[in-house]
Protein backbone atom coordinates (compact mmCIF):
# COMPACT_ATOMS: atom_id res chain seq x y z
CA UNK A 1 0.00 0.00 0.00
CA UNK A 2 2.65 2.62 0.99
CA UNK A 3 4.28 1.62 -1.97
CA UNK A 4 1.52 2.28 -4.28
CA UNK A 5 0.83 5.75 -2.73
CA UNK A 6 4.86 6.50 -3.31
CA UNK A 7 4.78 5.50 -6.86
CA UNK A 8 1.35 7.69 -7.21
CA UNK A 9 3.14 10.63 -5.45
CA UNK A 10 5.94 10.27 -7.98
CA UNK A 11 4.09 10.00 -10.93
CA UNK A 12 2.36 13.38 -9.78
CA UNK A 13 5.27 15.23 -8.60
CA UNK A 14 7.33 14.10 -12.66
CA UNK A 15 3.83 15.71 -13.78
CA UNK A 16 3.93 19.05 -12.09
CA UNK A 17 7.72 19.21 -12.95
CA UNK A 18 6.67 18.61 -16.50
CA UNK A 19 3.83 21.10 -16.27
CA UNK A 20 6.12 23.57 -14.73
CA UNK A 21 8.88 23.21 -17.24
CA UNK A 22 6.07 23.55 -20.57
CA UNK A 23 4.84 26.86 -18.48
CA UNK A 24 8.07 28.23 -18.91
CA UNK A 25 9.18 27.69 -21.86
CA UNK A 26 5.62 29.14 -23.09
CA UNK A 27 6.16 32.23 -21.01
CA UNK A 28 9.99 32.33 -22.21
CA UNK A 29 8.67 32.02 -25.68
CA UNK A 30 5.67 34.73 -25.66
CA UNK A 31 8.75 37.21 -23.91
CA UNK A 32 11.01 36.84 -26.86
CA UNK A 33 9.23 36.95 -29.37
CA UNK A 34 6.84 39.72 -28.93
CA UNK A 35 6.92 41.99 -31.80
CA UNK A 36 5.34 44.85 -33.28
CA UNK A 37 5.89 45.93 -36.55
CA UNK A 38 4.39 48.87 -38.48
CA UNK A 39 4.97 49.89 -42.25
CA UNK A 40 4.34 53.52 -43.75
CA UNK A 41 4.33 55.09 -47.21
CA UNK A 42 6.85 58.20 -47.37
CA UNK A 43 4.72 60.98 -49.02
CA UNK A 44 6.14 63.29 -51.39
CA UNK A 45 7.23 66.85 -50.33
CA UNK A 46 8.24 69.95 -51.86
CA UNK A 47 7.17 69.17 -55.55
CA UNK A 48 9.01 66.15 -55.22
CA UNK A 49 8.25 62.36 -56.46
CA UNK A 50 9.60 60.56 -53.15
CA UNK A 51 8.10 57.72 -52.52
CA UNK A 52 8.78 54.23 -50.78
CA UNK A 53 8.50 52.36 -47.25
CA UNK A 54 9.48 53.07 -43.54
CA UNK A 55 8.93 50.21 -41.49
CA UNK A 56 9.59 50.17 -37.52
CA UNK A 57 10.03 47.15 -35.66
CA UNK A 58 10.20 46.11 -32.12
CA UNK A 59 11.02 43.44 -30.75
CA UNK A 60 12.01 43.48 -26.88
CA UNK A 61 13.53 46.84 -25.99
CA UNK A 62 14.88 47.60 -29.78
CA UNK A 63 13.25 49.42 -32.70
CA UNK A 64 14.59 48.80 -35.65
CA UNK A 65 13.90 51.39 -38.40
CA UNK A 66 13.89 50.13 -42.37
CA UNK A 67 13.79 53.06 -44.97
CA UNK A 68 13.52 52.50 -49.05
CA UNK A 69 13.12 55.10 -50.81
CA UNK A 70 12.62 55.71 -53.90
CA UNK A 71 12.84 59.16 -56.88
CA UNK A 72 15.53 60.75 -54.00
CA UNK A 73 17.63 63.15 -56.04
CA UNK A 74 21.13 61.01 -56.41
CA UNK A 75 23.21 61.94 -53.77
CA UNK A 76 23.31 62.26 -49.54
CA UNK A 77 19.98 62.90 -47.45
CA UNK A 78 19.62 63.81 -44.07
CA UNK A 79 16.91 61.76 -42.15
CA UNK A 80 15.48 62.80 -38.87
CA UNK A 81 12.73 61.84 -36.28
CA UNK A 82 10.60 65.15 -35.98
CA UNK A 83 8.13 66.52 -33.30
CA UNK A 84 4.31 66.13 -34.79
CA UNK A 85 3.55 63.43 -37.21
CA UNK A 86 1.75 65.87 -39.35
CA UNK A 87 3.23 65.18 -42.98
CA UNK A 88 -0.49 67.55 -44.12
CA UNK A 89 1.66 70.63 -45.66
CA UNK A 90 3.06 70.79 -49.13
CA UNK A 91 6.64 71.68 -47.50
CA UNK A 92 6.73 69.10 -45.11
CA UNK A 93 6.81 72.03 -42.34
CA UNK A 94 3.84 70.74 -40.40
CA UNK A 95 6.16 68.27 -39.09
CA UNK A 96 7.64 70.56 -36.85
CA UNK A 97 11.17 70.42 -35.59
CA UNK A 98 13.79 67.39 -34.90
CA UNK A 99 12.41 65.57 -31.69
CA UNK A 100 14.18 66.73 -28.81
CA UNK A 101 12.72 66.00 -25.85
CA UNK A 102 16.16 66.40 -23.77
CA UNK A 103 16.78 69.51 -25.25
CA UNK A 104 20.12 68.47 -26.40
CA UNK A 105 22.17 70.14 -29.31
CA UNK A 106 21.87 68.88 -32.78
CA UNK A 107 24.66 66.73 -33.67
CA UNK A 108 25.23 62.84 -34.87
CA UNK A 109 23.96 60.22 -33.28
CA UNK A 110 25.83 58.32 -30.44
CA UNK A 111 28.19 61.81 -30.26
CA UNK A 112 28.30 63.68 -27.28
CA UNK A 113 25.32 66.15 -28.10
CA UNK A 114 22.61 64.73 -30.47
CA UNK A 115 18.57 65.01 -30.50
CA UNK A 116 16.50 61.42 -30.61
CA UNK A 117 15.67 62.77 -33.82
CA UNK A 118 19.44 62.88 -35.15
CA UNK A 119 19.69 59.60 -37.11
CA UNK A 120 22.01 60.63 -39.80
CA UNK A 121 22.46 60.24 -43.58
CA UNK A 122 21.17 58.15 -46.58
CA UNK A 123 22.93 57.71 -49.77
CA UNK A 124 20.59 57.60 -52.94
CA UNK A 125 22.08 55.98 -56.06
CA UNK A 126 21.95 56.96 -59.50
CA UNK A 127 18.90 55.96 -59.75
CA UNK A 128 17.50 57.53 -56.79
CA UNK A 129 17.11 54.73 -54.69
CA UNK A 130 18.26 54.23 -50.98
CA UNK A 131 18.02 51.24 -48.42
CA UNK A 132 18.63 52.18 -44.70
CA UNK A 133 18.89 50.25 -41.57
CA UNK A 134 19.38 51.79 -37.96
CA UNK A 135 18.72 49.77 -35.08
CA UNK A 136 18.27 51.50 -31.32
CA UNK A 137 17.54 50.70 -27.46
CA UNK A 138 16.90 54.35 -27.03
CA UNK A 139 13.16 54.35 -29.56
CA UNK A 140 10.14 52.25 -28.53
CA UNK A 141 6.42 51.81 -30.28
CA UNK A 142 3.63 53.27 -28.37
CA UNK A 143 5.31 52.95 -24.62
CA UNK A 144 4.02 55.23 -21.69
CA UNK A 145 7.77 56.82 -21.92
CA UNK A 146 7.62 60.16 -24.16
CA UNK A 147 11.42 60.68 -24.04
CA UNK A 148 11.28 57.21 -25.99
CA UNK A 149 8.32 56.79 -27.42
CA UNK A 150 8.00 57.50 -31.68
CA UNK A 151 4.28 57.27 -32.39
CA UNK A 152 3.00 60.64 -32.88
CA UNK A 153 6.20 61.88 -34.42
CA UNK A 154 7.04 61.84 -38.08
CA UNK A 155 10.17 60.81 -39.98
CA UNK A 156 11.45 63.59 -42.22
CA UNK A 157 13.69 62.88 -45.45
CA UNK A 158 15.67 65.63 -46.39
CA UNK A 159 16.33 67.34 -49.53
CA UNK A 160 20.78 67.78 -48.50
CA UNK A 161 23.25 66.11 -46.15
CA UNK A 162 23.49 66.87 -42.57
CA UNK A 163 26.58 68.25 -41.08
CA UNK A 164 25.81 67.37 -37.78
CA UNK A 165 27.16 70.56 -36.56
CA UNK A 166 24.66 73.75 -37.74
CA UNK A 167 21.73 74.07 -35.01
CA UNK A 168 19.45 73.37 -34.93
CA UNK A 169 18.86 71.42 -38.24
CA UNK A 170 22.36 70.30 -39.41
CA UNK A 171 21.86 72.25 -42.62
CA UNK A 172 19.82 69.60 -44.14
CA UNK A 173 17.61 71.67 -46.44
CA UNK A 174 14.09 71.26 -47.46
CA UNK A 175 11.82 68.35 -46.98
CA UNK A 176 11.44 66.04 -49.68
CA UNK A 177 10.04 62.83 -47.90
CA UNK A 178 7.54 62.28 -45.24
CA UNK A 179 6.09 59.65 -42.81
CA UNK A 180 3.45 59.91 -40.43
CA UNK A 181 4.47 57.37 -37.34
CA UNK A 182 1.10 56.57 -36.42
Known sequence: MIGHILLILRKSILFLMKT??????????????CKTTKEYKILAKSGTETQGLVTFTQTGKTVKMDI???KLSPGIHAVHIHEKGD????DGT????????????????GSEHFHMGDIGNITADKDGTSHFVFATD???????????NIIGKSL?????????????TGNAGGRVGCVEIK
Open 94 to 109: SAGGHWNPAGNDHGKW
Open 68 to 70: MAY
Open 138 to 148: KWCLGCNDESK
Open 20 to 33: SLSLAVVALLALTS
Open 87 to 90: CSSA
Open 156 to 168: IIHAAKDDFHTQP
